[in-house]
C-alpha cells in the first residue's frame, strides 16, 4: 500500500513550471534615469560565447518604475529573470522621490537580489552600449584596492538611504572609447556633491 | 541522560521555529519581558491537575496553531524558494507529511528529530562561519528601538507557554531553568546576529531577514547563491514544529475519548 502511495505522489512531480532559458530575457545590468518620466536601460544577455557573450541594450520609458519592467518583457517577447543582475547605473537625475519609488519597488520584488553594485553614471546609455560583459565590474573591484573607488552594493545604498538620506557612489562615464571611472559623488538632499577623498558611508 | 538531551533538541528546534516564523521583529526588551510572564504562567500551570477541561483547552490552542504555523511555513515557502509554486500544493504537502509522522508517534517523531538534528547542527555551524565575517559593530547604532515595550510580549508569553507545556504534557519531563534559559539565549543570539550583520534598518525592511543575510554569502567567487540549501535547517526545524502540534492533537484527542495513545 506505502508503495503504491509511494508511486502515486512521485506522479505529483513534474516539470510543468520549467523554463526554458531561450525563453528568458536574463537581465545583466539595469541604468535609471528620470527626465519628466523615468527611462530604463537594461543590458540582457543574448548569447554566451566563452570570449565575449552578446548583449543587447533595451531602453524603454514609463511614468512609474513597474511599468518599465513590463516594457521590457513586451519589448523583447521573453520572461524577464531578474535575479541575475550584477550592476545598477544610477543617473544624477533622480531625486528623493525617485529613489523612495525606486527602493521600494526593488524591495517588494523577490526577484531582486539587492545584493549587485550600484555606482552613478552621467551617460548611461553610452556606458551599457559599449561595455563589455562584466567591465565594469571588474573595473570596480580592481580599482579597490587603489581606494580610490567605493565598492557598494544596492543594499548598502538603501540602508544609507534610508537611515541618513545620504548616500556615496563612484561614477564611471564613456570617455575617448573607454569606460573609466569620473569621480565619487555623494547624494545628499536631492543634492549631488564631487567628495575628495572616499568616504565609505 | 538521552530523555535530557532529546528534550533540549526538541524545545531547541521548537522555540526556534516558533521565533522565526512569528516573534523575529519582536523586540529584545518584549523577548525578555514575555519569557518572564511564560515562566511565571508555566509555574501556575504545571501546578494544575490535569483534567479534561484542561485538555481541552489546549487542544484548542493546538488547533489554532496549527492552522496559522501551516499557513506561516507556506508564506515563507513561497516568499523565498518555490516562488512560481501554487501555495495551495505546499500546504497540503506539509500538512500531509505532519500528519503522517505524527501519525507514527512519539517514538518515531523523537528518533526523526534526533536524525535530522545531524544535518540541521551541520547546517547551523555552516552557515554561522559562512556569515559571522559580515558581522558588524556599527550595525547595532539604531539599537534603542529595540528597547520599547508593547503587548507583543504577551503574545510571545502565550506561545512559549504552549511550547513548554505541550512538551510538558507529550513527554512528561518536568521541565527546568535551563531550558528556558536555553531558548532565550538561542532567541537574542539570533536576533544579534542578524541585526549585526543587517542593522535595524534592513532588518526590518525585509520580511525574511534570516534568508536575506544568507544571500550576502560570497567567498571566492564560486561560493554564493548558497541560500537555497542552507534554508533547509529551517524548514527542518517547520516541519517538525507542524509534526510535533499534529502529534499533540492526535495525542489530546486519543486521551479526551480516553483511548490508549499509541
New interface residues.
Given amino acids: 500500500m506505502k508503495k503504491i502511495f509511494l508511486l502515486i505522489i512521485l506522479l ?1 512531480t513534474g516539470c510543468t ?1 520549467y523554463s526554458d532559458l531561450n525563453d528568458l530575457a536574463i537581465i545583466k545590468s539595469i541604468g535609471i534615469s528620470r527626465n519628466n518620466e523615468y527611462t530604463l536601460y537594461a543590458e540582457i544577455i543574448e548569447e554566451i560565447d566563452n570570449n565575449d557573450p552578446k548583449m543587447q541594450v533595451i531602453k524603454t520609458k514609463a511614468k512609474d518604475i513597474s511599468t518599465l519592467f513590463k516594457n521590457i518583457k513586451l519589448q523583447v517577447n521573453k520572461e524577464i529573470f531578474l535575479s541575475h543582475i550584477d550592476l545598477i547605473l544610477l543617473d544624477f537625475s533622480l531625486k528623493n522621490d525617485d529613489y523612495n519609488e525606486i527602493i521600494h519597488y526593488f ?1 517588494s520584488n ?2 531582486f ?3 549587485f553594485l550600484c555606482i552613478f553614471s552621467s551617460n548611461i546609455e553610452e556606458v551599457l552600449n559599449n561595455s563589455k560583459y562584466d567591465e565594469i565590474e571588474e573595473l570596480i573591484i580592481t580599482n579597490q584596492e587603489s581606494k580610490n573607488v567605493i565598492n557598494i552594493s544596492f ?1 548598502e545604498v ?2 544609507n538611504f ?2 541618513k538620506h545620504a548616500f556615496s557612489l563612484s561614477s564611471v562615464i564613456y570617455k575617448n572609447n573607454t569606460i573609466t571611472f569620473d569621480d565619487n559623488y555623494t547624494f545628499h538632499d536631492n543634492q549631488i556633491e564631487r567628495i575628495d577623498d572616499v568616504e565609505k558611508n | 541522560m538521552l530523555k535530557k538531551i532529546e528534550i533540549y533538541l526538541l524545545s531547541f528546534i521548537l522555540n526556534e521555529a516558533i521565533y522565526l516564523l512569528f516573534f523575529l521583529k519582536t523586540n529584545i526588551s518584549n523577548l525578555l519581558l514575555g519569557t518572564i510572564i511564560s515562566l511565571i504562567f508555566i509555574f501556575v500551570l504545571s501546578k494544575i491537575k490535569i483534567t479534561k477541561v484542561y485538555e481541552i483547552i489546549l487542544l484548542i490552542l493546538a488547533l489554532a496553531m496549527a492552522i496559522i504555523t501551516l499557513s506561516q511555513i507556506t508564506n515563507f515557502i513561497t516568499y523565498n524558494l518555490l516562488k512560481n509554486y501554487s501555495s495551495v500544493w505546499i500546504y497540503l504537502s506539509f500538512l500531509i507529511l505532519s500528519i503522517y509522522l505524527a501519525y507514527l508517534g512519539y517514538h518515531t517523531f523523537i528518533k526523526s528529530l534526533e536524525l535530522a538534528s545531524y544535518f540541521y547542527l551541520f547546517l547551523k555551524i555552516v552557515t554561522f562561519f559562512l556569515i559571522i565575517f559580515y558581522f558588524k559593530i556599527s550595525n547595532f547604532n539604531n539599537i534603542t528601538n529595540e528597547l520599547h515595550v508593547n503587548q507583543s510580549f504577551l503574545i510571545f508569553a502565550v506561545f512559549n507557554t504552549f511550547i513548554f507545556l505541550a512538551i510538558k504534557y507529550l513527554t512528561n519531563y518536568s521541565l527546568n531553568k535551563k531550558i528556558y534559559s536555553f531558548s532565550l539565549v538561542n532567541f537574542l543570539s539570533i536576533k544579534i546576529l542578524i541585526i549585526g550583520i543587517m542593522g535595524t534598518t534592513l532588518f526590518h525592511l525585509y520580511e525574511y531577514p534570516y534568508v536575506n543575510i544568507l544571500k550576502r554569502i560570497k567567498y571566492l567567487d564560486f561560493i554564493e547563491r548558497m541560500e537555497g540549501i542552507l534554508s533547509f535547517q529551517y524548514l527542518i526545524s517547520f516541519f517538525f514544529l507542524s509534526s510535533f502540534i499534529i502529534l499533540l492533537i492526535k495525542t489530546l484527542i486519543q486521551r479526551i475519548l480516553k483511548r490508549k495513545p499509541s
Fill in positions: 505529483f513550471k524591495l523577490k526577484e537580489r539587492n545584493d543594499e538603501i540602508k534610508l537611515d
